[in-house]
């Protein structure tokens, strides 16, 4: 499991959940699962990223907790939640399901919102009955549904087959990524997040991502590097809206251009100026926005609860 080095104070320090429950998900994996907010509010669950956990989701979990219901999770492998041989979209799928029928009432519904392989796994949820029952309309974040190692930026070079071969070997790499330093933090603000990104903001990305161990982060990277959920996005049948960086170099904006052109209930693609990767992070209060938005429009709360 992984070490949790997180921030400690400020808007990135994780707040206390009202409880914490596990989810068993259809191949027995235990999912570590938070709750934050009053019961009765109206219902908003998280799905983070790849090497990413629930403290990713700090900013929002402390904003949006005064007055909604906030369900946030680790990922298999990730944060608190134990790693499993079995990686693959079809698991990001079971996990997700088991959440939501773990988190809430039958019926209940939520907004549900996903960073980069969080996305994703709201991609692969789409047809699961589960997710569909829950699931009141989504916000797909910084992320894409096919040739993400082919499209990614990070290495830079002219697109092609060598630069697909050196960024699979580079996002998929072994090594461990050692304790937080600030040529760490330098390489990983270059990769991930928009030149303007304030220290603190780095900070707190280098103690989550750094926090993975490497063999769940190896894992991990090699379902995304064959990822094709293409057909996927067509199976989402509920309102999306989609949030982009233009200076994401994992999911550049091409990929949610293409995500919002497939998607059969497009609420519209934003394209951050300077926004790397992590927007969660990097522009909380835009994203914290996207979701209350959603929320108001789309969940509705039975009177008296």
Known sequence: MSRLLHVSSGPYAPPAPVRELTALSADGARLHVEVHGPEGAPAVVLAHGWTCSTAFWAAQIRALSADHRVVAYDQRGHGRSPASPACSTDALADDLEAVLAAALAPGEKAVVAGHSMGGMTVMAASARAGFREHAAAVLLCSTGSSELVAGSTVLP?????LRTWLTRHVLGSRAP???????ARRILKYGTM?????????????????????????????????????HAVRE???????????????????????????????LGLTELPGIGHMTPVEAPDLITGKIRELVSTYVKVKEGA
């Open 157 to 161: 070079m002219r697109a092609g087959p």
């Open 177 to 183: 990524l050692g304790p937080v330093t600030p040529l």
């Open 194 to 230: 928009g030149p303007g990104s304030a220290p603190h903001m780095v900070e707190a990305c280098a103690r989550i991502v750094h926090a993975c161990p490497r063999a769940v982060r190896h894992s991990w990277s090699q379902v995304l590097d064959l990822l094709d959920l293409d």
């Open 236 to 266: 989402l049948a509920v309102p999306a809206a989609v949030v982009v960086g233009t200076a994401d170099r994992l999911t550049p904006p091409a990929q949610s251009r293409a995500l919002a052109a497939a998607l059969p209930q497009c």
